[in-house]
């Protein structure tokens, strides 16, 4: 199984000609604000600080660069990749024109990052399907980019009600084949299936 063994901080960006110029296959982060994607990059890479972590909504609104050194236990092999962890979309107080200035970021993000694998979209597995992330699925979906979804917090919703309510969740958000992996970071349970997805993307 993959494990992320190593990670560090590369740097902020907005602009293309900031971002950095390593080439190893690229993962993004993207979602709502305050769904957890802080704390799911940080519970992955088993390193508390890398991603910041905050309970006011809307902190992030730079793309952030990671390095990741990862081992593969089964064929004993190593290598790098980097996380990308883009600014969250959707909270409540932003204008229509920050949110404008978000969907240039990130299209220019996708246009121009060549060694971007996946996008892993992550959602809080007790709101259905937003128009945010439908819209960000379009945008995916009309690029041909492929990725998966995480639904977060499931500790917040009773064990018996989470295959259910991510099967509502993949049908609200139009998903096809793509997986949806409910994940609680609380518990620390659900990452197993999303380490093999990583695993799987690689080879
Ligand atoms: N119960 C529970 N709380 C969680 C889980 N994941 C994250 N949280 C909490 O949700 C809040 C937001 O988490 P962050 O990781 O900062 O969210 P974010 O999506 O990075 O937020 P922005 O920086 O606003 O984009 C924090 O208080 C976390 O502790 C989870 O799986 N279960």
């Given at each position: 199984?993959?494990?992320?063994?190593?990670?560090?901080?590369?740097?902020?960006?907005?602009?293309?000609?900031?971002?950095?110029?390593?080439?190893?296959?690229?993962?993004?982060?993207?979602?709502?604000?305050?769904?957890?994607?802080?704390?799911?990059?940080?519970?992955?890479?088993?390193?508390?600080?890398?991603?910041?972590?905050?309970?006011?909504?809307?902190?992030?609104?730079?793309l952030n660069f990671f390095l990741i050194r990862y081992k593969i236990d089964d064929n004993d092999s190593s290598g790098f990749l980097q996380f990308t962890?883009?600014?969250?979309?959707?909270?409540?107080?932003?204008?229509?024109?920050?949110?404008?200035?978000?969907?240039?970021?990130?299209?220019?993000?996708?246009?121009?990052?060549?060694?971007?694998?996946?996008?892993?979209?992550?959602?809080?597995?007790?709101?259905?399907?937003?128009?945010?992330?439908?819209?960000?699925?379009?945008?995916?979906?009309?690029?041909?980019?492929?990725?998966?979804?995480?639904?977060?917090?499931?500790?917040?919703?009773?064990?018996?009600?989470?295959?259910?309510?991510?099967?509502?969740?993949?049908?609200?958000?139009?998903?096809?084949?793509?997986p949806i992996f409910p994940v609680s970071a609380l518990n620390n349970t659900g990452l197993e299936p999303l380490y093999n997805w990583f695993q799987n993307?690689?080879?």
């Open positions: 199984m993959i494990r992320f063994v190593e990670s560090f901080f590369v740097k902020s960006a907005i602009e293309p000609s900031d971002y950095p110029a390593s080439a190893y296959p690229e993962f993004a982060f993207a979602g709502r604000s305050n769904v957890g994607k802080s704390t799911l990059i940080n519970l992955l890479t088993n390193h508390k600080g890398l991603a910041k972590t905050s309970s006011t909504p809307g902190k992030t609104r730079l962890d883009l600014p969250g979309y959707g909270y409540a107080e932003v204008s229509q024109a920050e949110q404008e200035k978000w969907r240039r970021m990130i299209n220019k993000y996708f246009e121009q990052r060549k060694q971007l694998r996946s996008l892993i979209v992550i959602v809080d597995i007790r709101h259905p399907a937003d128009s945010k992330d439908i819209m960000l699925l379009e945008m995916l979906r009309l690029r041909g980019i492929d990725y998966c979804i995480v639904a977060t917090k499931a500790d917040k919703i009773p064990k018996t009600k989470v295959a259910k309510t991510v099967k509502d969740l993949a049908k609200g958000l139009g998903l096809k084949e793509e993307k690689l080879s």
